[in-house]
């Protein structure tokens, strides 16, 4: 039962670092809101994993195909993230005495379940975590002999998840008192920028679905020669 174990939390403690959207704007959070409102913007995120871990565990690779061959949700997660990235990158370019009230510690309210909104959403939109979580459940069942192995071995994942989120949470607000506002506000911007990057690869994906894939298969052929 407690086999594959050791995999989970290391695989967990990889998946903490993935370079996504979530990444990012969780890092910015942290240095510009601090350290609870960040832990709110990370558990709206798990949570919309742990919806994609049920709806993965409770299906086949069939949804996986239908995301693959649906390109109109990868093109709407696309908009989705672009959009949030612009949005967010005009409101950056607005806020400036907003930001160094909240760099100073003057006391501003935070919204705590709007950034549990927003890591829900900014995660949820990017349907390649359902694939990932789909790819990680056959991995568990791959390694795991017991019926509730899949179950531990995905909770292993998640709370090692959490928990590595949390120490970059720290370690985060901790670069605070080293950073100006003016730093933060380009941190900022280049977070939105990243945003819309990953809109922009999400959106290609699904216009050019035949493309990239065959893009992605020549990758390896490079590097062999």
């Not at 798990?46 to 086949?60: G, K, Q, V």
Request: charged share 15%; hydrophobic share 55%.
């Amino acid at each position: 039962m407690f086999d594959g174990l050791l995999y989970a939390a290391f695989y967990g403690f990889l998946l903490a670092f993935a370079i996504g959207p979530v990444f990012f704007t969780l890092i910015e959070t942290s240095i510009t809101k601090g350290f609870k409102a960040a832990m709110f913007f990370d558990l709206g995120a798990l949570f919309s994993d742990l919806i994609f871990i049920i709806i993965a565990f409770y299906s086949t690779s069939q949804i996986l195909e239908k995301v693959k061959d649906d390109p109109a949700l990868l093109i709407f997660g696309g908009v989705v993230l672009i959009a949030f990235g612009v949005i967010s990158y005009i409101r950056t370019s607005k806020s400036f005495i907003k930001i160094v009230r909240e760099h100073y510690s003057v006391e501003t309210k935070k919204n705590h379940g709007g950034l549990f909104l927003k890591g829900f959403l900014l995660n949820f939109v990017n349907f390649g975590v359902l694939a990932a979580w789909i790819a990680t459940i056959i991995i568990a069942q791959a390694i795991t002999t017991h019926k509730n192995g899949v179950i531990l071995f995905l909770s292993t994942v998640m709370i090692t998840l959490f928990l590595t989120d949390l120490l970059k949470i720290f370690l985060a607000k901790k670069l605070k008192n080293n950073l100006t506002p003016r730093f933060i506000i380009k941190t900022k911007k280049w977070v939105s920028i990243l945003i819309i990057g990953f809109g922009v690869l999400l959106l290609i994906q699904g216009v050019f679905p035949d493309n990239l894939q065959e893009g992605m298969e020549y990758i390896p052929e490079t590097f062999e020669k």
